[in-house]
C-alpha cells in the first residue's frame, strides 16, 4: 500500500507568486491533516478535513493560504501571495479514523525568496 | 486542554549508551492513544509506535522499548546501546477527542 504521497518535493519560488502544494492521502483513511515544519516554530497543524469537509482550520496563518479537498484522494494548499516567511517543510498526514496512526507524507520544502 | 509535553531539547550520549526520552501528556479524556514518530536528518516524519490508554504493557521492539504509565501520565521511549542511526528528533504525539497534538520533540545525537 503506497504510503501518503506528496508533490512536488521541492519548490523554489519568487515572493508574490502562487503556490500549490498537492497530497493524496493513503486510500481509506478518512482524516487528512497539512501541517508546516520551522525551525523557529515546529510543527504546526494548519488544517485538518474528515471525509473530504474542513474540520478545524485555525492553524491557517492568514487568508493567502487556502485549502481544499475536493475528494476523498486529493487535496492542495494554496499560497497566494507568498512571501518568504512562508518557507518551510510542508506536511501531508492521513489517519484510517479517529483513532487511527497518523502516516505523514514526505514533506514539500517549500523556499519562498 | 490536551498537551504534550518533551521538557528534553536536546541529548547527546557516545555510542552504545543507552538513552531515555521523557513524554509527558495531559488530558481530561479516558479513551486515548500515544505514539512516537522518528523524524532522521532526511526530513521524513516516521512512525514508531502507537499505544491505546487501556493497555499499560511496556513494549520492546529490538533495541527499542516504551514505558507507559498512566499514574504520571508519562510515555518513556528507551533506546539501549544507541547507534548513530538512532541520531535524529524524536515527537511524542497524543490523540485525544480526535485531535492530534504533537510534542516539540527532543533532538537526539549518537556520538561515535
Known amino acids: 500500500d503506497a504510503g501518503v504521497i506528496q508533490s512536488p518535493r521541492h519548490e523554489v519560488t519568487e515572493m508574490g507568486q502562487e503556490v500549490t502544494l498537492r497530497c493524496k492521502p493513503i486510500?481509506?483513511?478518512?482524516?487528512l491533516f497539512w501541517y508546516r515544519q520551522t525551525m523557529m516554530r515546529g510543527l504546526e497543524l494548519l488544517i485538518y478535513?474528515?471525509?473530504?469537509?474542513?474540520?478545524?482550520d485555525s492553524g491557517m496563518p492568514e487568508d493567502r493560504f487556502s485549502a481544499k479537498m475536493p475528494n476523498a484522494s486529493f487535496s492542495t494548499l494554496k499560497i497566494q501571495p507568498s512571501e518568504p516567511r512562508d518557507s518551510a517543510v510542508y506536511f501531508c498526514?492521513?489517519?484510517?479514523?479517529?483513532?487511527?496512526?497518523?502516516?505523514f507524507g514526505p514533506g514539500t520544502r517549500l523556499l519562498v525568496l | 486542554a490536551q498537551k504534550v509535553t518533551q521538557a528534553q531539547t536536546e541529548i547527546s550520549v557516545v555510542e552504545k549508551e543507552d538513552v531515555t526520552l521523557d513524554c509527558v501528556y495531559e488530558t481530561r479524556d479516558t479513551t486515548y492513544y500515544l505514539f512516537w514518530y522518528k523524524q532522521p536528518p532526511s526530513g521524513e516524519l516516521v512512525f514508531l509506535i502507537r499505544?491505546?490508554?487501556?493497555?499499560?504493557q511496556n513494549e520492546i521492539s529490538g533495541r527499542y522499548s516504551w514505558n507507559f504509565q498512566k499514574s504520571t501520565s508519562s510515555f518513556n521511549f528507551t533506546i539501549t546501546a544507541s547507534q548513530v542511526v538512532d541520531s535524529a528528533v524524536y515527537f511524542c504525539a497524543l490523540t485525544s477527542g480526535g485531535q492530534f497534538y504533537f510534542g516539540t520533540g527532543t533532538s537526539l545525537t549518537v556520538i561515535p
Open positions: 478535513f474528515n471525509n473530504n469537509v474542513p474540520i478545524d
Open positions: 499505544r491505546n490508554s487501556f493497555d499499560e
Open positions: 486510500s481509506g483513511h478518512d482524516y
Open positions: 498526514a492521513s489517519r484510517r479514523d479517529r483513532s487511527g496512526t497518523t502516516f
